[in-house]
C-alpha cells in the first residue's frame, strides 16, 4: 500500500487504462517484478444486444432439452422434424436481426 493524492490516483488509473492493465500491474511493471501481458481492449456493447442474443441462447438450450429429452426416453424417431426446422430456422432469422443491430451501433 502507498499514499498518494487524488490526483496522482486519477493519474495512475489514466496511464494503467490506456496500457490496456490494471493499475495494480502498471506499478508491480514499474517495479520490476512483472512483465504485464496486455489485454485486447474491450469494446463496448449495447445491453440491448445482449438482452436479445441471451433470449436467443435460450431458445437454442429449450430445443436441446427437448431433443435430450426425447432421446433419453428413446422418442427420437417421434421428433417432428419441420417443427424443429421451424424453430431453427427463428432462432436463425433472430441472430440474423441482432448482428443487423450490432452493425448499425
Known amino acids: 500500500m502507498f499514499r498518494c493524492t487524488a490526483a496522482e490516483k486519477a493519474d495512475l488509473r489514466a496511464k494503467a487504462e490506456a496500457a490496456g492493465v490494471t493499475a495494480t500491474v502498471l506499478l508491480r511493471e514499474a517495479l520490476g517484478h512483472v512483465e504485464a501481458r496486455r489485454r485486447k481492449p474491450v469494446?463496448?456493447?449495447?445491453?440491448?444486444?445482449?438482452?436479445?442474443?441471451?433470449?436467443?441462447?435460450?431458445?437454442?438450450?429449450?430445443?436441446?432439452?427437448?431433443?435430450?429429452?426425447?432421446?433419453?426416453?428413446?422418442?427420437?424417431?417421434?421428433?417432428?422434424?419441420?417443427?424443429?426446422?421451424?424453430?431453427?430456422?427463428?432462432?436463425?432469422?433472430?441472430?440474423?436481426?441482432?448482428l443487423d443491430l450490432g452493425r448499425a451501433c
Not at 432439452?65 to 433419453?72: D, I, P, S, Y
Not at 424453430?87 to 432469422?93: A, D, T
Open 43 to 98: 469494446s463496448r456493447v449495447d445491453p440491448a444486444l445482449v438482452l436479445a442474443l441471451g433470449r436467443t441462447g435460450s431458445n437454442l438450450n429449450q430445443i436441446a432439452r427437448w431433443l435430450n429429452r426425447a432421446a433419453a426416453s428413446g422418442h427420437v424417431a417421434q421428433i417432428d422434424a419441420l417443427e424443429l426446422a421451424r424453430r431453427l430456422l427463428s432462432i436463425e432469422r433472430q441472430l440474423a436481426q441482432i
